[in-house]
């Protein structure tokens, strides 16, 4: 956890470069209502990876990160505590697979800890170029749609509809070299998405809302991510 201005620095800076933008520090009002989470690797002294996270019930969703661009009204209704996961980002000169595992293995202990039964959050697809991820899309709603009772509605102009990709049959190999890592590992757990997506400007990214009930990942799995810790 970051212990003082200096670490929430260092983790905007981080987020700044690893999303591409054109600032030095990736600031938003969110930040300071959000718990920021670091990897360093000591022998560099260097933050490697970063993520913010923030404890919700349902009423109170309305002041989450992903209530900006999508109507969580549904999703209010969930009984249980809930906990939104966002800017997850690692440095994007590090290939260390040590780095995930280690931001898992403290998200799975929090979790734990807190008995958390649902994580959100937007999960980003580099870019803004619609048409690179029409087999993605495709697979998502063949696959992988959030339960009727929790799908985040519309609330932003111009959303990205998946039924606009309903005739599209997936190559589900592209898809899957295609889609964000954070989200592929949330699939891979039982989670899911949005029935659209939503064109992020200020971070040059397409999203798709993602939810994963901790409940519904299986056994087996839960065991790795307790292992890791």
């Known amino acids: 956890m970051a212990q003082s201005d200096q670490d929430v620095q260092a983790a905007q800076a981080l987020r700044a470069f690893a999303f591409g933008l054109d600032v030095a520090f990736d600031r938003d009002a969110f930040d300071a209502t959000q718990h920021q989470v670091l990897v360093r690797d000591l022998q560099a002294g260097e933050i490697v990876c970063c993520f913010r996270t923030r404890l919700f019930l349902g009423a109170q969703l309305d002041q989450s990160y992903a209530a900006q661009f999508y109507d969580l009204t549904g999703l209010s209704r969930f009984d249980g505590l809930m906990m939104e996961l966002g800017r997850f980002c690692v440095h994007p000169d590090t290939h260390d697979p040590d780095i995930v595992r280690m931001a898992w293995a403290?998200?799975?202990?929090?979790v734990d800890a807190q008995g958390i039964?649902?994580?959100?959050?937007?999960?980003?697809?580099?870019?803004?170029?619609?048409?690179?991820?029409?087999?993605?899309?495709?697979?998502?709603?063949?696959?992988?749609?959030?339960?009727a009772p929790w799908q985040p509605?519309?609330?932003?102009?111009?959303?990205?509809?998946?039924?606009?990709?309903?005739?599209?049959?997936?190559?589900?190999?592209?898809?899957?070299?295609?889609?964000?890592p954070l989200l592929r590992t949330y699939l891979l757990m039982g989670g899911w998405v949005s029935d659209h997506a939503v064109v992020d400007r200020h971070m040059n990214t397409l999203h798709v809302f993602t939810g994963l009930e901790i409940d519904a990942i299986p056994e087996n799995r839960k065991r790795l991510l307790r292992g890791l810790g």
């Open 106 to 110: 403290a998200l799975t202990q929090f």
């Open 153 to 180: 509605g519309e609330k932003v102009q111009d959303p990205v509809r998946f039924a606009d990709h309903a005739g599209t049959q997936p190559d589900v190999k592209m898809a899957m070299l295609r889609m964000p």
């Open 117 to 147: 039964k649902l994580m959100f959050g937007c999960s980003s697809f580099a870019g803004g170029a619609i048409g690179d991820y029409a087999d993605c899309f495709a697979l998502l709603r063949a696959r992988h749609l959030a339960p």
